[in-house]
């Protein structure tokens, strides 16, 4: 099971930023949050990812909570292109074991970008 | 830079056929494969992964199989497809702290 909770569904106008929320409330020390997404018939496609400090790069920016229990996504001017299924999931660090590349996807969030 | 092919796109196959899905990555070595299943309307479920030669761990049990015969060669196989079989099938691989999808496999069991 997928150890994050996500709306099923957001819309956002396009031009203006979308704010993409995820909880993750069981998350352990050592976890990772990460941020895909998935545009129809499309492989899932990496958007960022963060464990304590905020972090940006060209696509996304991502604020993970003091507690990290929660994170928010971040697309700054949101696109027609942006519509896509976001999924945030919480994996262990690299490395610390030879399951630890596994990625647990839900259901994510269907953001729809309107003109 | 790294590429990841999956062949075929779409396949459509009969219920009790054999099936045989690949995947190959470029431009890295000794990558960690992954296979993913996306049934329509639902999240990915991970199937199988690799972490080298001939080494192969299952995640959910069922009818389909997983063979790593070269370094940056993954295979999907079954003996005898299911309705519950169809789906969208992506192969991925890992480095670092990334993971990274191949265009996926489309197929339909009728």
């Known amino acids: 099971d997928a150890k994050t909770t996500q709306p099923p569904s957001m819309d956002c106008a396009e031009g203006r930023a979308a704010n993409l929320p995820c909880n993750h409330s069981t998350i352990s020390g050592n976890e990772y949050v990460y941020w895909y997404r998935q545009i129809h018939s499309q492989g899932p496609q990496y958007i960022i990812h963060?464990?304590?400090n905020n972090e940006t790069n060209e696509m996304a920016s991502l604020i993970i909570t003091e507690d990290r229990k929660s994170s928010t996504l971040i697309l700054p001017h949101a696109t027609l292109r942006d519509t896509a299924v976001y999924y945030c999931i919480v994996r262990p660090a690299p490395g610390s074991g030879a399951g630890s590349y596994q990625l647990t996807f839900g259901k994510g969030t269907k953001l729809s970008v309107i003109p | 830079s790294q590429t990841i092919h999956q062949w075929p796109a779409t396949l459509v196959q009969p219920v009790g056929s054999p099936l045989s899905l690949e995947c190959t990555v470029e431009?890295?070595?000794?990558?960690?494969l992954y296979w993913y299943r996306q049934a329509a309307g639902r999240g990915l479920q991970l199937l199988f992964y690799?972490?080298?030669?001939?080494?192969i761990s299952s995640e959910v049990p069922q009818n389909l199989s997983a063979s790593r015969p070269q370094d940056r060669q993954f295979i999907l196989s079954s003996k005898k497809l299911l309705l519950s079989d169809s789906g969208f099938y992506l192969c991925?691989?890992?480095?670092?702290?990334?993971?990274?999808f191949g265009p996926g496999t489309r197929l339909t069991v009728t």
């Open positions: 991925a691989w890992a480095a670092d702290r990334e993971q990274y």
């Open positions: 431009g890295t070595s000794n990558p960690n």
């Open positions: 963060g464990l304590k």
């Open positions: 690799s972490v080298g030669i001939g080494q």
